[in-house]
Nanobody, 122 residues
Framework: VQLVESGGTLVQAGGSLRLSCAASGRSFSSYGMGWFRQGPGKEREFVAAINWSGSSTYYADSVNGRFTISRDNAKNTVYLQMNSLKPEDTAVYYC????????????????WGQGTQVTVSS
């Protein structure tokens, strides 16, 4: 499985952005998907996860209520809608695929994208 993120850019605080992650391979619809991020000088951290069907989601406390993860299995794509962005959301955002229906908040994902940079200016 190959994952390619897109949509990262520079945005002002309070703004919105939608990230996309396009996946190759026919097994996408059976994989749990996740978004992680790594800010400058920080370790990579969990952001959001979604199960294989899209019926279950889970968020880090820091983004809960502001970010929404979703997926379109017909398009082999997972999204991260980010609203009310804050400067502390500045990071490289990574998409990840678990070789299981649910990946959860831990870094036990098998496949990772290269990341897309999101910069939030104050």
């Amino acid at each position: 499985v190959q994952l390619v993120e897109s949509g990262g850019t520079l945005v002002q605080a309070g703004g919105s952005l939608r990230l996309s992650c396009a996946a190759s391979g026919r097994s996408f619809s059976s994989y749990g998907m996740g978004w992680f991020r790594q800010g400058p000088g920080k370790e990579r951290e969990f952001v959001a996860a979604i199960n294989w069907s899209g019926s279950s989601t889970y968020y880090a406390d820091s983004v809960n209520g502001r970010f929404t993860i979703s997926r379109d299995n017909a398009k082999n794509t997972v999204y991260l809608q980010m609203n009310s962005l804050k400067p502390e959301d500045t990071a490289v955002y990574y998409c990840a695929a678990a070789a299981a229906p649910w990946g959860g908040p831990h870094e036990n994902y098998r496949y990772w994208g290269q990341g897309t940079q999101v910069t939030v200016s104050s």
